[in-house]
């Protein structure tokens, strides 16, 4: 098991913007992304592909009010049977963000483990050189 964030659901999100200027924004956000990574549900709301969700949290977050901007997980086939269930794309964010220092720590966790190997295996062969070249 695993956070959302982590292990992709292959399905995606449905997005919806409480502000109609964010949507004229969202533009050049799209405009080089495939037409079947996402799709608009009307004039303030967008289903994407869960890829592209998690990238587009970080865009929301540098250039429109995350505040204003809800989200919901939802497969492409029906994108509007969870929106009662929609949450503030911060909530994303954060366990995003929380996704990313799990894995720094388990990065710098297996970076530790590797640094005391090395200091234990160069300390050994240390001690090993020394007691051959005494024996000579």
């Not at 919806?16 to 495939?34: A, G, M, P, R, T």
């Not at 549900?41 to 995350?66: A, S």
């Not at 894995?103 to 051959?132: D, M, Q, V």
Request: hydrophobic content about 40%.
């Amino acid at each position: 098991m695993g956070c959302d964030a982590c292990l992709p659901i292959r399905a995606g999100y449905t997005v919806s913007f409480q502000k109609s200027n964010d949507v004229k924004k969202l533009e050049k956000y799209f405009k080089d992304i495939s037409q079947n990574q996402w799709k608009t549900l009307g004039e303030d709301m967008f289903w994407m592909k869960e890829h592209i969700f998690w990238g587009f949290t970080d865009y929301v977050h540098q250039h429109l009010d995350p505040r204003h901007v809800w989200a919901v997980e939802a497969k492409q086939r029906s994108p509007f049977e969870n929106l009662r269930r929609m949450e503030p794309i911060t909530v994303f964010q954060k366990m995003k963000d929380a996704c990313g220092l799990m894995s720094s720590l388990k990065t710098s966790e297996f970076a530790h483990i590797i640094s005391r190997l090395y200091r234990l295996i160069t300390n050994a062969c240390i001690s090993l050189a020394t007691k051959f070249y005494q024996e000579d």
